[in-house]
């Protein structure tokens, strides 16, 4: 993969969300459907909806089952690349394959962008953690923050949000990244806040941007 590391697994670390995390870089570097303006890896470099086979699932599981040795036991095996991970299209097979290898649990954080798509819900439906992005109650505040691949809609994109809500039967979280100025507004916040209740997650986080963001 094509990532400032190079390497597919790091860590462990220890996510305040997840506990002892194993991450997995399933994605190249900067390949997302979002260009966020907190975004910690700094700009999009290829803005895409387009998926692709980055990852390849057995070389996956070989990395995470070497990881694993030295790791000790982790709570979760998680997709946290430098991207967005859906845009893989062998996410699926990847989190079927780790699963099953190797017995781990495995999450997924995913801005939600193509969750719209069949094959993108089929794919984390086995994940037994997915956390969600959901930054802005309206089209206009999602394309300030977000600022998302030409083709998307915002309305779709919560369509599949729902769907994907009533089918999942893993642990669903949300995650809010508030924005001074651009999502913190009262209104803002009760629209988030109506949008995360409707998916019934086990929890909604809210977040402050702590490292770097993309824009000063
Ligand atoms: S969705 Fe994630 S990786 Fe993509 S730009 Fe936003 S914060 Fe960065």
């Not at 000790?72 to 097979?93: C, H, M, Q, W």
């Given at each position: 993969l094509d990532t400032p590391s190079g390497s597919i697994v790091f860590g462990p670390v220890i996510s305040r969300r997840l506990g002892v995390s194993l991450g997995i870089n399933n994605i190249p570097y900067k390949k997302c459907s979002y260009t966020c303006i907190y975004c910690q890896l700094g700009r999009t470099i290829e803005l895409t909806i387009e998926r692709k086979p980055y990852s390849d699932p057995s070389r996956l599981v070989a990395?995470?089952?070497?990881?694993?040795?030295?790791?000790?036991?982790?709570?979760?095996?998680?997709?946290?690349?430098?991207?967005?991970?859906?845009?893989?299209?062998?996410?699926?097979?990847?989190?079927?394959?780790?699963?099953?290898?190797?017995?781990?649990?495995?999450?997924?954080?995913?801005?939600?962008?193509?969750?719209?798509?069949?094959?993108?819900?089929?794919d984390l439906l086995e994940a037994d953690l997915v956390s969600v992005k959901i930054d802005a109650s309206n089209a206009s505040t999602w394309r300030r923050i977000n600022r998302p691949h030409p083709q998307l809609d915002y309305n779709t994109i919560l369509k599949g949000l729902q769907v994907f809500s009533q089918n999942y039967g893993g642990i669903l979280i949300t995650e809010t990244m508030l924005v001074e100025g651009i999502n913190d507004e009262e209104e803002e916040l009760s629209g988030i806040a109506d949008i995360a209740a409707s998916l019934s997650p086990s929890k909604a986080y809210i977040a402050i941007p702590t490292r770097p963001p993309a824009e000063p």
């Open positions: 990395a995470v089952s070497s990881a694993l040795e030295h790791s000790g036991k982790i709570d979760f095996a998680t997709f946290v690349p430098d991207g967005e991970p859906t845009l893989d299209s062998n996410l699926g097979r990847g989190i079927s394959l780790l699963k099953k290898e190797l017995d781990v649990r495995v999450a997924v954080l995913t801005n939600a962008s193509l969750l719209w798509l069949d094959e993108v819900r089929n």
